[in-house]
């Protein structure tokens, strides 16, 4: 399948998706296999906090690692398991874990790369507040014996803060327009096989054209969340997440999707 030349045809008839259709595909998703989505779930909470657990006594490298290594496996687990349902194939729990198996390589690289590349672009914003903070933080620890002392300080660290609001701020919209336009990356590595370059540049190409709709569904789907969980006391966190995994799984489908003529999902990845 040439899926370059797919993906260029895409962005040449225009690309759109419907955010209705997105949420309403993720709960249609759960209700076919509400069971197995819901157990993995649990048992992906489990390994995350496993390996968190695992990473404190390896603080900035343990979560590095769990960022690129584990939890981008693990969420293309729900992703794999929804695509074996539309193919008519019979899914299995183990189909969950087969985002350790399928390209895992440039799944790692994509996620390492995207990391840094929204590190050092949050940092750049940042840094005023970072050379206004170190000196503070320095002579806190110096004065640490004196009670009134670093009160004193830990007012003026407040103060710089509260001045500084601006640069929080747009690292944080930084790093959600890198979060929005690497959206589909994981999913151009396992199920159409590309580098982890090549799956960036084509999410970014693609997520640029809704970049828009893609903020209002997740405004819209961050407050479905809020709601339910806090009226089912967290319990809803269990339905809800797949249901929030799976619905940015329906926009991979709508804005680029599988060409029709495929044969099995274990054709369409690269082991």
Known sequence: ??????IQLTLAQGVQFSIGKAIKDGFSYLGKSAGS????????????????????????????ALSILVIPALMMGFAIYARKGDMNEQAQFEDFFDGFKRNYSQLILANLVIQLISTLMSLLFLTPLIAELAPLF???????????????IGEELIAVMLSNWWSVALAIVVSI???????????????????????????????????????????????????GIIATLGIG????????????????????????????????LII
């Open 1 to 6: 399948m040439d899926y370059k030349n797919y």
């Open 37 to 64: 989505y819901v157990g993995f779930t649990l048992v992906a909470i489990f390994i995350i906090i496993a390996a968190a657990l695992f990473s404190m006594f390896i603080p900035f490298i343990g979560n590095l």
């Open 138 to 152: 320095t002579t806190m620890l110096e004065n640490i014996q004196n009670p009134e002392d670093v009160a004193g």
């Open 177 to 227: 327009v890198i979060q929005v336009l690497y959206l589909l990356a994981n999913y151009f590595v396992v199920f159409y096989g590309f580098g982890f370059w090549e799956a960036m540049e084509t999410s970014r190409q693609l997520m640029s054209k809704v970049f828009i709709k893609t903020i209002v569904l997740n405004i819209i789907v961050g407050f479905i969340m809020f709601i």
């Open 237 to 268: 966190l269990l339905f809800l997440f797949p249901v929030s995994v799976l619905i940015n799984f329906s926009v991979f489908n709508q804005v680029a999707g599988f060409a029709e003529g495929e044969v099995s999902l274990e054709d369409d």
